[in-house]
T-cell receptor, first 113, second 115 residues
Framework: GESVGLHLPTLSVQEGDNSIINCAYS??????FIWYKQESGKGPQFIID?????DKRQGQRVTVLLNKTVKHLSLQIAATQPGDSAVYFC????????????FGTGTQLKVEL | GAVVSQHPSRVICKSGTSVKIECRSL??????MFWYRQFPKQSLMLMAT?????????EQGVEKDKFLINHASLTLSTLTVTSAHPEDSSFYIC???????????FGSGTQLSVL
């Protein structure tokens, strides 16, 4: 079966520092990868995605890196702000576009002032 | 981005009653919607795939008679938790794929508490 794991369940960073959240996966057939942010009591919010034909994609203050060789995905948040405090999930989609997603266990990001 | 509306956001019910949760795509049509369940401090677990005009596809271990899914139109899917029990208490979330960019967008979730 497919498994998705995160290295760190909780990550604490100082405001203004950069945050790096990691995700390891096992299914080499996965071709679509997404990062979601979930605040308490709310549904997941799309942050950024990347397809398997890329190894890096940048958005506003966020960068996703994909290393297919070691099956590793990371989310980098630049200049972390208090509003970034949330649980972050990586999610994987199978071949064909990612209709059905498998979610990782989540990392709690805490931004300290 | 696309908007997915989920209602109610919170419901408290007595054991043995049934609860219906609605998921609507507000500005796009969704032939497929997904229902997830999330326990506190845990990840989202896919329960079923809701297909417009046909039967839902349930994940292994999810009781289809317990969690009834109806996808009667291209903008509405409902999840009914029948004869709810305390162990059904959870956060239920729906999602739908946007037609413009193909990304999955999530509803705001429904916190179900069964007394």
């Amino acid at each position: 079966g497919e498994s998705v794991g995160l290295h760190l369940p909780t990550l604490s960073v100082q405001e203004g520092d950069n945050s790096i959240i990691n995700c390891a996966y096992s299914n080499s057939a996965s071709d679509y990868f997404i990062w979601y942010k979930q605040e308490s009591g709310k549904g997941p919010q799309f942050i950024i995605d990347i397809r398997s034909n890329m190894d890096k994609r940048q958005g506003q203050r966020v960068t996703v890196l994909l290393n297919k060789t070691v099956k590793h995905l990371s989310l980098q948040i630049a200049a972390t702000q208090p509003g970034d405090s949330a649980v972050y999930f990586c999610a994987l989609g199978g071949p064909g576009g990612g209709n059905k997603l498998t979610f990782g266990t989540g990392t709690q990001l805490k931004v300290e002032l | 981005g696309a908007v997915v509306s989920q209602h109610p956001s919170r419901v408290i019910c007595k054991s043995g009653t049934s609860v219906k949760i609605e998921c609507r795509s507000l500005d796009f049509q969704a032939t497929t919607m997904f229902w997830y369940r999330q326990f506190p401090k845990q990840s989202l677990m896919l329960m079923a795939t809701s297909n417009e005009g046909s039967k839902a596809t349930y994940e292994q271990g999810v009781e289809k008679d317990k969690f009834l899914i109806n996808h009667a139109s291209l903008t509405l899917s409902t999840l009914t938790v029948t004869s709810a029990h305390p162990e059904d208490s959870s956060f239920y979330i729906c999602s739908a794929r946007g037609t413009v960019d193909g990304k999955l967008f999530f509803g705001s979730g429904t916190q179900l508490s069964v007394l």
